[in-house]
């Protein structure tokens, strides 16, 4: 397992530094002076000057990048050409908004494709599994901002039963942050059903045509006791690496419906980053995002490896 | 191996017509290239002829689809829209499989420190949410749809280049590789002759299910204002442009989302079926003896 773990975390770590090059370049891609480009009509020499000495333009490219994976392993992640202010504060304001709302929508996902799922999988082939399969295929058809619009369009604008948009901070008032993060998430928790419904019913069947479910049910155990202590518990250890994936994928994948609720999350400052070329900004939120899906998924697979020992051997 | 490829494309195409999702998914795929092909001839009026006196106009006979901000006729737009959909989900799934096909032949046939350095660049890649890379690229290259198709062309180069390498490590330890070898054949002959058309099966399913979402990714980036720029029409930018009016004007949000819907599920019905015919290995076990039995 030792073994299994260094190596994960050796892969890891080059695939990590390899995410901060390619972050790094974006910046070089800009056509043109990055710096005078953000700075647009608000140029000034001084201010000019200022910010590409402290974003280290004026240094030669491989020193650039040691310097910032350098300072990106202190937790720097420069400044905004906009405000000025240390892009590591920035994104980190943002993130609890992203987090309550990814971690919603995924509660929400796991209500609905968990029972789907696992019915439709126990009842397979029948009207349930027809609506449940239809169900999935839907919301891995359906773009989620168009789902987002149907929704505020039927639950704010016809029923008036929630705001539009907008945010409350769940510290703040938790009743006004539940009627503002119901259609987000609802929105985000919908299409995720349909992935995990698709994947909970194939994980399911495959367990049910293992040989120790038919000798559990051959030497007479209830369906229940065979479904819930056999079925249930094996096919749900793939799942929990597909749940976890969904979550870290949502923290940086659901900058859409932050734009269409006005949510301000890290996806809605990625977007706001993009309109003002505030470059550094852009840099910093998808680099932490990139490197928390990174550990998420290095924590899945050695949670992975733990439950099933075939993987640690692979 | 020519024989191959023409059996696999019979089987792929008597399976699609035995299938009614899979037929009904390449009906709306038909209509979707006719008004590609000929939206501007079908479109009842010109995509951007402004009429501020018929500004919001509800659905009605003169205007099935009701009327945007500017009075602009919404049907003849989302029928033009069209074409730029087909155009993103061509080019971009175009980009991602030449260079993926590329980069995966020769990661597997060569294997190796070719095969370890190519194979971290995608698992680089991976580590970005799709969009959010998306997004990245375009922000940096500037909007429009020429950098969109590139931006998506990129992100989804490493599910190719995966796909790719899979099927040419197995087949590349089949006989008929070896006896190639054996008669001194090119490396890029074999490649091209014998590895590729043997694993044209799942990289068809692959295709399909990406040109669903090269279109889904277009529209959104559209829709964040960075993909297809005014006034040319595109399905997400009608829906950017008409979210301020969803609350008043429901047919600017309805229409051009339903479209991107249908077309979007249109891809995903036939590649799931030519993935049920072509590459029965992606089956769960128990789907696999059903269908067998």
Known sequence: MTRFILRRLLQSGIVLLGVTLVVFLLLQLVPGDPVRVALGTRFDPETYEALRSRAGLDQPLPVQYASYVGQALTGDLGVSF?????????????LPATLSLAITAVVFALLVAFPLGVLSALRSGSVFDHAARVFSQFGVSVPDFWMGIMGILLFAGVLGWFP???????????????????????????????????????????????????????????????????????ALIPVVTVVAVQLASLLGGVIVIEVLFAWPGVGRLTYDAVQARDYPVLQGAILLVAALFLVVNLLVDLLYARLDPRIRVR | MSGNGDSTSRRA????????????GGVVLVLLVVAGLAGSWLAPAGINEVDVDRMLQSPSWAHPFGTDELGRDVLSRVLVAARVSLQVGAVSVGIALLAGVTLGLFAGYYQGWLDNVLMRCMDVLFAFPVL?????????????????????????????????????????????????????????????????????????????????????????????????????????????????????????????????????????????????????RQLTVSEARRNAG
């Open chain 2, 13 to 24: 195409l008597v399976a699609l017509g035995r299938d009614p999702l899979a037929v009904t």
């Open chain 1, 164 to 234: 539009p948009s907008g945010y409350v901070a769940l510290t703040e008032d938790p009743v006004g942050w539940a009627s503002h993060v119901f259609l987000p998430a609802v929105t985000v928790g919908l299409v995720t059903a349909s992935i995990l419904t698709r994947f909970i019913r194939s994980s399911v069947l495959e367990v049910l045509a293992e040989d120790y479910v038919r000798t559990a049910e051959a030497k007479g155990l209830p369906t229940r006791v065979v479904v819930v202590r056999h079925v249930l518990r094996n």
């Open chain 1, 82 to 94: 906009r405000s000025g202010r240390p892009v590591t504060a920035i994104v980190l304001e943002r």
């Open chain 2, 132 to 280: 959010l890379l998306a997004v990245a690229i375009v922000a940096v290259l500037g909007p429009g749809l020429s950098t969109a198709m590139v931006a998506i062309g990129v992100v989804y180069t490493p599910i190719f280049a995966r796909v790719t390498r899979a099927g040419v490590l197995s087949v590349r330890e089949q006989v008929f590789v070896r006896a190639a070898v054996a008669t001194g054949a090119s490396d890029l002959r074999i490649m091209r002759r014998h590895v590729l058309p043997n694993i044209a099966a799942p990289l068809i399913v692959q295709t399909s299910l990406s040109l669903a979402f090269a279109i889904l990714s277009e529209a959104a980036l559209s829709f964040l204002g960075l993909g297809v720029q005014p006034p040319e029409p595109a399905w997400g930018r009608m829906l950017y442009d008409g979210r301020g009016f969803v609350t008043d004007a429901w047919w600017l949000g309805f229409f051009p989302g339903a479209a991107i819907f249908l077309t979007v599920l249109a891809f995903n019905l036939v590649g799931d079926a030519l993935r049920d015919v072509l590459d029965p």
